[in-house]
């Protein structure tokens, strides 16, 4: 798992279909921890598709620098390649990608294999929604309800992210807070309350902050 504060992945598993000239091209796509669990989709896919003609794969593991790929019998650099191509132009991390490929009978050459590969490669990182996470401190924020409007505001206007809002005797807004934010958006809202609201830190965790659309 990646130890940055702010990276590019995949937020789910998916699985798109490419045919090209009668050939199916399956990609499966799966966010992965370690190289661990990206050797065990591997191996899952592998034996899923044990009867297609080349099942090709890379894999980007942020911890360590770790990356892999294989043209898994078709002409050198053709699959493999073109696939891993494809998730550092997304410029994303914890990933492994499949591609299942069943021959339909038709010579694609090796332009049409790099080309092919790549494009299903591409679309199943976006069936799997790229995502931009983000390490952030999460923050509990509780005033009484004369300042439950003010401070509704000033979370939609600021762009705080709203994980929840408990309604109790008093109101307790959890946002997430980039790390290296956190500090300012507590004395903002303290500022704002004149002091009135009790603001903690209760976790820290990664939060997919941002959708990337394609």
């Known amino acids: 798992m990646s130890k940055k504060d702010v990276y590019k992945t995949v937020k789910e598993q998916s699985q798109s279909l490419l045919i090209e000239k009668k050939s199916k091209f399956i990609a499966n796509v799966k966010p992965v921890d370690n190289e661990e669990d990206a050797i065990a989709f591997l191996n899952e896919m592998r034996s899923k598709y044990s009867d297609a003609t080349h099942n090709v794969y890379a894999y980007v593991i ?13 002409p050198s650099g053709t699959a493999g390649m073109p ?10 991390v914890d990933v492994v990608v499949v591609v299942t490929r069943y021959f339909g009978g038709t010579l694609l050459g090796t332009g049409g294999l790099v080309h092919t590969y790549g494009a299903s490669a591409k679309q199943g990182l976006i069936a799997s929604k790229i995502v931009k996470r983000q390490l952030c401190d999460i923050v509990s924020v509780k005033v009484d309800y004369t300042l439950l409007g003010k401070l509704q505001h000033e979370i939609a206007t600021n762009g705080y992210m709203l994980e929840d809002t ?12 980039p790390i290296d934010t956190t500090e300012r958006v507590i004395a903002d809202i303290t500022n704002m309350t004149n002091a009135r609201a009790a603001c903690e830190k209760i976790d820290r965790k990664y939060v997919d902050a941002e959708a990337i659309e394609e």
Request: aromatic share 12%.
């Open 83 to 92: 696939v891993l191509d494809a998730i550092r132009k997304q410029e994303i």
């Open 62 to 74: 942020d911890e360590n620098n770790i990356f892999r790929y294989s043209d898994d019998g078709e």
């Open 166 to 177: 408990i309604y109790e005797d008093e109101v307790t807004f959890i946002i997430s807070c």
